[in-house]
Nanobody
Framework: QVQLVESGGGSVQAGESLRLSCAAS????????MGWFRQAPGKEREFLAR????????YYSDSVKGRFTISRDNAKNTVYLQMNSLKPEDTAIYYC???????????????WGQGTQVTVSS
């Protein structure tokens, strides 16, 4: 069993920044990819970024490339999502997730956090 807990969400104005954290526990993640997703009401869950736990190889969706940065701290078993230049369309619930291997597909992620709300006002 793997537990993921997000934190760091909140309400900001357009152009501001937030850093989300995801603390992982329950098993080792050396062969896992950690991903960040978001979901707005009435919309599908959207892939944002992923990072391999072992080598910190990163991959971003085009929608956030250049604005968001994913990173990890192995000692703390924590993955981060630094979000800069936030826009109103970034408003959503943000989830971290873990998958064995490499994937950008929500279905491939076995473990999910509870989500944290990010609201960006214009």
């Amino acid at each position: 069993q793997v537990q993921l807990v997000e934190s760091g969400g909140g309400s900001v104005q357009a152009g501001e920044s937030l850093r989300l954290s995801c603390a992982a526990s329950g098993r080792t993640f050396s062969s896992y990819a950690m991903g960040w997703f978001r979901q707005a009401p009435g919309k599908e869950r959207e892939f944002l970024a992923r990072i391999s736990w072992r080598a910190a190889i990163t991959y971003y969706s085009d929608s956030v490339k250049g604005r968001f940065t994913i990173s990890r701290d192995n000692a703390k078993n924590t993955v981060y999502l630094q979000m800069n230049s936030l826009k109103p369309e970034d408003t959503a619930i943000y989830y971290c997730a873990a998958a064995y291997g490499s994937s950008s597909v929500p279905h491939d992620y076995e473990y999910w956090g509870q989500g944290t709300q990010v609201t960006v006002s214009s």
